[in-house]
């Protein structure tokens, strides 16, 4: 699995969930696909795939810093073969006047050589969709829609050729709906046009679903494009359909591969999905509830978690949970701060999950999204094969590069996953 051939599409993700979606629309399509925490180091054991998703943390710091980051991840992503590069944004294009998406459009543009670069947030299967360059959240324009209060990023323009041509020192331009309706060809002959008049960029419309297929198939001509999930589902339709991808397999094979060894679930989620699932866990596992109270004041907690866990994984998995309802969480929260407390567990729970892989666990289930990138953190994995869906938005994953060695895991954010969730993700975990 380490045999690295040469990839076919490179990703630059600009925040960490914006990333795992991306490659698990890839994976859905029929891409094998591995998404990194960060550039991966040059001897980053890269199995055979046809995407790789660099997760960045980009989206709102310096725009001089997110250039550098994204160009060294473009340096890596070539580096690896992939013609294409995808600069994944948000599908609410969010960003300000200073950037980031103009600036690190125009580098990546720049280092690509490309003439005309082709920009999409548009996802019309999840409600984004631009039209005459104005972007539709669900029924109503972007600056009608919560965004508009967004405390990083408030937008207040929905017209995406102004948005960004505020941001890029790039011409922008436009291709409509009326020429996206005419098919690959027109597409490329407006795209011709519009790079004689001087156009670096354009806003693309799209409206239905089929549009992105016209537009992946016209992107994987050139580049580099810059958009959501909804144009790396075209550029993965384009691909398949083109033959270049090294698989048919759609779900993931390599990563789902079994693993063996004990397994384990930690839940720091305090969401109303989480509370539920972790009420039916119970009955099917050993459940450990951590005292929130206990946990702050040092690290014995943690300790004597682990020493309950490591003493029943041999009979099957279990689960170490600190979730607790509303009315707990803020009376924790009140007494201690509210960052206060949320670290100091996060922390612990980190410290519960390198103690269980040091005690051999091998298949690991997170609830929670920053418990999931706490623990990830801790666990220092690189990167992640994406593997069969457990629930909408939530695949199982293989590290890639981890120093525990072969393992899988499930990170969910609190709100996703059926009320059965631990025995669902335990299911595909083997
Ligand atoms: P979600 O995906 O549901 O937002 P997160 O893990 O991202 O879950 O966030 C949950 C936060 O609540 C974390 O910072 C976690 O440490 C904290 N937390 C967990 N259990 C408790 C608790 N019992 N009381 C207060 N905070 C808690």
């Known amino acids: 699995m380490t045999s690295a051939g040469k990839l076919s599409l490179g990703c630059i993700a600009d925040d960490y969930t914006g990333a795992s979606d991306l490659a698990n ?66 599908s609410t294009f969010d960003s300000t006047d200073a950037g980031n998406i103009g600036p690190v459009m125009d580098a990546l543009r720049a280092d690509s050589g490309d003439t005309i670069v082709l920009v999409t947030p548009a996802f019309p299967e999840t409600g984004r969709t631009v039209y ?16 508009k209060d967004h405390p990083l990023n408030p937008m207040h323009d929905s017209n995406l050729v102004r948005v960004l041509a505020r941001q890029s020192k790039t011409r922008i331009g436009l291709l409509d709906l009326a020429a996206l309706a005419r098919g690959p060809e027109a597409v490329r002959n407006k795209l011709v046009e519009l790079a004689g008049q001087n156009v670096g960029a354009v806003i693309v419309d799209a409206v239905f679903a089929s549009d992105l297929e016209t537009i992946g198939a016209v992107a994987l001509e050139h580049r580099l494009s810059v958009g959501a999930s909804g144009i790396g589902l075209g550029l993965a339709r384009a691909l398949v359909a083109s033959g270049r991808t090294k698989s048919q397999a759609t779900s993931g094979a390599i990563a789902d591969t079994p693993v063996g060894g004990p397994a384990a679930c930690l839940a720091g989620s305090c969401s109303q999905a989480t509370l539920l699932q972790v009420a039916n866990a119970g009955q099917v596992m050993p459940v450990l509830h951590l005292d929130p109270e206990q946990v702050i004041a040092g690290k014995g907690e943690a300790r004597r978690a682990l020493a309950w866990a490591t003493d029943r994984l041999r009979d099957g998995p279990v689960l170490i949970a600190s979730s607790s ?38 298949r690991l289930v997170v609830a929670g999204g920053e418990t999931s990138g706490a623990a990830v953190d801790r666990l220092g994995i690189p990167g992640f094969l994406v593997g069969a869906e457990i629930a909408a938005g939530v695949p199982v994953l293989r590290a890639v590069g981890a120093k525990a060695g072969d393992m899988l895991l499930a990170l969910k954010s609190g709100n996703f996953g059926g009320p059965e969730f631990f025995s669902d993700a335990l299911k595909l975990m083997r």
Do not use: Y
């Open 325 to 362: 309802t509303p009315e707990e969480v803020a009376a924790l929260q009140s007494r201690h701060g509210r960052d206060a407390t949320g670290h100091a567990i996060e922390q612990a729970m980190a410290d519960i999950a390198e103690g269980l892989v040091s005690a051999g666990v091998r």
């Open 132 to 147: 005459q360059g104005n972007l539709f959240v669900g029924s109503v324009p972007l600056n009608e829609s919560p965004l």
């Open 25 to 90: 629309t890839l994976t859905r399509a029929g891409l094998r696909t591995v998404q990194t925490i960060g550039v991966p180091a040059d001897d980053f054991p890269l199995p055979d795939v046809d995407a790789v998703v660099v997760s960045l943390k980009s989206r709102s710091i310096l725009a001089s810093d997110a250039v550098t980051r994204s160009r060294a991840a473009e340096k890596w992503l070539r580096g690896r073969g992939a013609d294409h590069v995808l600069f994944k944004i948000c």
